[in-house]
């Protein structure tokens, strides 16, 4: 295969809807670095993902009466064993079971606990028709782990047609999180999102961000929205993971780093991830996010762009393998700056244009 890096990208555009459109408008130019041959670097070495603190306690859903057969709902179980550990935190075990969870009740998970599924335990949505709903919510907490088993969204029998934000995880305003070795698929929004929480709910308080976040060995595959959504954060690492086959709403990214305001996203860094199959952009970077890098990820078939900085700051983007995608490899538009490229490979891409859809018209 022949290696190639990127020449310079074009197209400022004034509407976001238009930028997942891929609408034309003024130039910005890519800073690239190294020759116009290059081999890609050694494999990435695997993240050991961090523990993080908590006591020695541990209880199992089914001592709190969890069932685990698919048809009775278990969500309160879950919320009594969460709720039953010491105040120094521990362990809560789910053991291998198809586990009914309401996303409306919103599984509060607390800090200093270790959510641990068996490779064979499933936590399955309760079709529901809420614009927001959400199998787990770390909001406010500090030191959890999740790992383990699958998550299954009510994307299939969901039971409202509005709304965009019934995710499988949702991290609002923690720290010091790991979400390890898990499947989430079949979300109604996001599979993972991630972004800041008003302390109390308080519009008048400024949003506290999630910070110190770690993602590792975690699938999220087939979701409505976005396969991870990073907003309002600090220090949010990805490492080992993929984000396939998004597609229902858009902006339908692999992963979004997309703050709303007044929030900003910094220091994220994605690291030997496989990003593929989603209907927009594998990877966009959005305004008030600085301070990114993707390295060492492979980002094909995605319809829109490779990876796509709109009015972004400070940037790395290399080692990367980028190839099959409908728009261009890699595009910085919208007064990015201080991207850097290299060493990465990219072919047969904009060999899929395509019109945008009646929907995307219709969210412009």
């Known amino acids: 295969m022949r290696h ?9 555009v004034a509407s976001r809807r238009a930028f997942l459109r891929g609408s034309i408008g003024a130039s910005v130019s890519l800073v690239l670095l190294g020759g116009a041959a290059c081999t890609m670097s050694a494999s990435a070495a695997t993240l050991v993902p961090p ?32 709720d039953a550990l010491p105040d120094d935190g521990g362990t809560v075990e789910v053991p291998a079971g198809t586990y009914l969870i309401d996303p409306t009740r919103r599984t509060s998970l607390r800090s200093r606990m270790h959510l641990q599924l068996a490779p064979d335990a499933q936590l399955k949505a309760k079709p529901n028709a809420e ?3 959400y199998v787990l919510m770390a909001a406010l907490v500090s030191d959890v782990e999740i790992s383990g088993g699958r998550i299954l969204g009510d994307r ?28 989430v698929s079949r979300c109604w929004g996001d599979g993972i999102g991630i972004g800041g929480k008003r ?11 999630s910070q110190d976040i770690v993602l590792s060995g975690v699938t999220c595959t087939g979701n409505r929205r976005q396969g991870l959504t990073i907003g309002h954060s600090h220090d949010v690492r990805v490492h080992d993971c993929e984000f396939s086959d998004t597609a229902g709403t858009l902006p339908q990214c692999g992963i979004d780093i997309e703050p709303d305001a007044p929030g900003t996203a910094v220091r994220a860094h994605i690291e030997n991830c496989v990003v593929r199959g989603n209907r927009g952009s ?25 990876v796509l900085a709109i009015g972004t700051t400070d940037g790395l983007i290399v080692d990367n393998l980028i190839r099959g995608n409908g728009l261009k490899g890699i595009g910085l538009r919208g007064g990015s700056r201080n991207y850097q490229a290299s060493r990465n490979d990219l072919s047969g891409n904009r060999l899929r244009q395509r019109k945008p859809s009646d929907a995307e018209r219709r969210n412009d």
Do not use: M
């Open 199 to 209: 302390p109390g709910g308080k519009k008048k308080l400024a949003p506290v961000p």
């Open 156 to 183: 299939d029998a969901h039971l409202g047609s509005t709304g965009e934000w019934g995710h499988g995880i949702a991290l609002y305003g923690a720290s010091r999180v790991t979400v390890r070795d898990i499947h």
């Open 131 to 133: 614009q927001r709903a």
């Open 282 to 306: 594998g990877i966009q970077i959005y305004k008030r996010s600085s301070d990114i890098t993707v390295k060492g990820c492979t980002i094909e078939d995605n319809r829109g762009y490779g």
């Open 4 to 12: 190639r890096t990127a020449g310079p990208f074009a197209d400022v």
């Open 51 to 82: 523990s993080r603190a908590r006591g020695s306690a541990r209880t199992s859903v089914r001592d709190h009466g969890a069932r685990g057969d698919g048809v009775h709902d278990d969500s309160a179980a879950f919320q009594h064993a969460i």
